[in-house]
């Protein structure tokens, strides 16, 4: 089992008997790029930890629009709190976009920690907090240019490895705008 995820348990109080009890039920898993993990009004029946690869996680419209969540790569929970807390179906799909290797737990679990009030679930839910605030932040108090340089400057290893189009829907912007700032910024150069 990988040590990135007991590492990372132990880190957050887990004990060996704890650890050992999510290793046995902990399956691996290998996807290709451009797998579903869990469909947009699907309930999920897992939550995953990213050992490697990058999964996304998006909005699709009737109108066929898709508006991007998140991005989780190594060392990432995968979890829809939101189904979870309301126990009802994912408003979002989740799919690889890379080759990926990940761990798959039952929901199941999840009910477990917090019914106990486990440290893991209240750091995974710390977590999650944070990063919508942060992001509602990035969103509302950045211009495109501004957002698309945080990007750059926090995501470095992200920058390569995803394309314009996918970086242009985390940003909320199209690609064309994307093209555009690329195009100023290499003007300025």
Same mark, same amino acid.
């Given at each position: 089992?990988?040590?990135?995820? *007991?590492?990372?348990?132990?880190?957050?109080?887990?004990?060996?008997?704890?650890?050992?009890?999510?290793?046995?039920?902990?399956?691996?898993?290998?996807?290709?790029?451009?797998?579903?993990?869990?469909?947009?009004?699907?309930?999920?029946?897992?939550?995953?930890?990213?050992?490697?690869?990058? /999964?996304?996680? /998006?909005?699709?419209?009737?109108?066929?629009?898709?508006?991007?969540?998140?991005?989780?790569?190594?060392?990432?929970?995968?979890?829809?709190?939101?189904?979870?807390?309301?126990?009802?179906?994912?408003?979002?799909?989740?799919?690889?976009?890379?080759? *990926?290797?990940?761990? /798959?737990?039952?929901?199941?679990?999840?009910? &477990?920690?917090?019914?106990?009030?486990?440290?893991?679930?209240?750091?995974?839910?710390? *977590?999650?907090?944070?990063?919508?605030?942060?992001?509602?932040?990035?969103?509302?108090?950045?211009?495109?240019?501004?957002?698309?340089?945080?990007? /750059?400057?926090?995501?470095?290893?992200?920058?390569?490895?995803?394309?314009?189009? &996918?970086?242009?829907?985390?940003?909320?912007?199209?690609?064309?705008?994307?093209?555009?700032?690329?195009?100023?910024?290499?003007?300025?150069?």
């Amino acid at each position: 089992m990988s040590t990135l995820f *007991t590492a990372q348990l132990a880190q957050h109080g887990f004990n060996t008997a704890d650890i050992d009890a999510l290793i046995s039920i902990a399956k691996p898993l290998q996807l290709p790029a451009r797998h579903i993990l869990v469909n947009q009004e699907e309930v999920a029946d897992s939550l995953y930890f990213v050992l490697d690869g990058i /999964c996304h996680a /998006c909005y699709l419209t009737e109108q066929g629009k898709q508006f991007s969540k998140e991005f989780y790569w190594e060392q990432d929970w995968i979890i829809g709190f939101e189904g979870l807390i309301r126990k009802q179906a994912s408003p979002y799909l989740v799919e690889t976009l890379t080759p *990926t290797n990940l761990l /798959c737990l039952p929901i199941a679990s999840l009910y &477990q920690w917090r019914d106990q009030s486990h440290p893991l679930y209240i750091k995974l839910l710390e *977590t999650q907090l944070m990063y919508k605030e942060n992001k509602e932040r990035f969103m509302l108090l950045h211009t495109p240019e501004e957002r698309n340089e945080i990007f /750059c400057r926090n995501y470095p290893h992200l920058r390569e490895r995803l394309s314009d189009y &996918q970086i242009a829907a985390y940003l909320g912007i199209t690609h064309i705008s994307l093209s555009r700032i690329k195009s100023r910024i290499k003007e300025k150069s």
